[in-house]
């Protein structure tokens, strides 16, 4: 070695080439979805839990949507949680059909601790389910959603998360980036580890547990982002969360930068959180096990850690460019050309997605603001960390008070007509 900085550089650029591969290679495998034999015939039965805290400007759009999806009515029944709500969110839903329950308990706040509470209550009733699906109250629910997820139970798969779509992609730059962010990470993450047998991550909504794995092994998800916990909790017990792609809730996205820059910190928060309980213990359990799907979760883990080392050696470079203080190695492992392929490939890919979506024109207008949206996760995640122990939670306000038909005109452009007429189930 020739510097003494050399100890700590020469092993941070083979961390950022490790990933910058992982990355790349990773995302080829979800530019396309296999071939499926679904099983059509309606078996399980769903317990469709909403989680509501002071959502009266769009519950009752949600209880709707839900009560009219192309699955057997006698197979599913819909709870609405109405936590800590000091609006009118349990009327409403109670008025648009749903089983309500009221839970106060300002010292156990949060979406995790409110399922939890759920949980018990579901399990202690007469009638019991084969799963339960969880949404927020903001979705809207494609009508087959049921359907794909009662398919991928039979097929034996027991945590299922569905695609993160967008009801409000184009109210706002700050939407339409955050729906192409959701857009692309649909396909190239978690389309990608479906497709070469990888855990994804639940996402928080759009997600069917069977109830056996509940009951087995419990809940006990409650920080601040308590979809990844579960799903580090049962991986580690080596349960994959596997990907529904034709499983579709829409989800309201921010529309201010602010919103989502509170948002977005939270889940870097919660993420640390959750990597620095889970990363010891999945690699001790993936090595006695030597199973690569939890071995890969720890990878999913540590992607801001990742964030946080790859922008400190960006910024050590203008350093070394003034004065050398470090050897650098990244050219003598991957060749230029690589890494100018890479380079590109991180613009070509969301364009590719985009035109497999259909995207409309503002969308691909809006994709213009996307690095911008991309790179203030920086600056984001560095707080998170920082926060990493701060268990606040924070609610987001929804506002987008759209019905499920008002989604299928908008995007009657996207769609064919066939698969446009079949959706038209909605009384």
Not at 144 to 153: A, G, S, V, W
Not at 366 to 373: C, E, K, T
Not at 409 to 427: G, P, R, V
Request: with cysteine; hydrophobic share 45%; glycine share 4%.
């Amino acid at each position: 070695m020739n510097y003494i900085f050399d100890y700590i550089m020469i092993p941070m650029q083979l961390i950022i080439v490790f990933f910058t591969l992982y990355y790349f290679i990773l995302a080829f495998f979800g530019l396309c979805k296999r071939h499926e034999d679904k099983i059509t015939t309606p078996k399980n039965t769903f317990a469709v839990i909403v989680a509501a805290h002071n959502e009266e400007q769009v519950i009752g759009q949600l209880v709707e949507n839900l009560h009219v999806l192309n699955y057997p009515r006698d197979l599913y029944d819909i709870y609405v949680i109405a936590d800590n709500c000091k609006d009118k969110t349990a009327l409403i839903a109670k008025n648009a059909g749903a089983i309500v329950y009221e839970r106060f308990n300002l010292e156990q706040r949060g979406k995790g601790y409110a399922m939890e509470w759920m949980f018990e209550k579901l399990f202690s009733l007469k009638k019991q389910y084969d799963a339960v699906v969880v949404f927020d109250a903001d979705n809207l629910v494609d009508t087959n959603f049921l359907m794909e997820m009662n398919n991928r139970l039979c097929k034996g798969e027991k945590v299922i998360q569905g695609y993160l779509d967008a009801k409000n992609p184009n109210d706002t730059w700050i939407a339409a980036t955050f729906a192409i962010s959701f857009w692309v990470v649909n396909h190239i993450w978690h389309l990608a580890k479906y497709n070469i047998g990888l855990s994804s991550v639940l996402g928080g909504t759009g997600m069917c547990i069977s109830t056996d794995i509940l009951k087995r092994f419990g809940w006990g998800a409650t920080c601040l982002t308590e979809d990844m916990e579960f799903t580090m909790k049962t991986l580690l017990i080596g349960i994959r969360t596997t990907w529904a792609h034709d499983a579709i809730v829409y989800d309201e996205k921010p529309l201010t930068f602010k919103q989502s820059w509170n948002q977005r910190k939270r889940w870097a928060q919660g993420h640390f959180d959750v990597a620095g309980r889970y990363i010891p213990k999945l690699l001790v359990e993936g090595i006695k096990r030597r199973d690569i799907r939890i071995l890969d979760g720890i990878l999913h883990l540590v992607q801001p850690y990742f964030l946080i080392l790859s922008t400190t050696f960006v910024l050590l470079s203008y350093v070394y460019h003034i004065v050398p203080f470090y050897t650098n190695i990244l050219y003598m492992v991957l060749p230029i050309e690589v890494w100018t392929v890479i380079a590109i490939g991180q613009y070509i890919f969301p364009a590719i997605v985009l035109a497999k979506i259909r995207a409309n024109w503002k969308t691909w207008f809006y994709s213009l603001f996307y690095p911008l949206f991309v790179y203030s996760w920086i600056p984001i995640t560095f707080l998170g960390f920082l926060h990493r122990n701060d268990r606040n939670w924070s609610h987001t306000t929804h506002t987008r008070s759209l019905s499920y038909r008002d989604i299928l005109l908008s995007n009657s452009d996207e769609f064919s007509k066939e698969n446009l007429l079949s959706k038209q189930a909605i009384k």
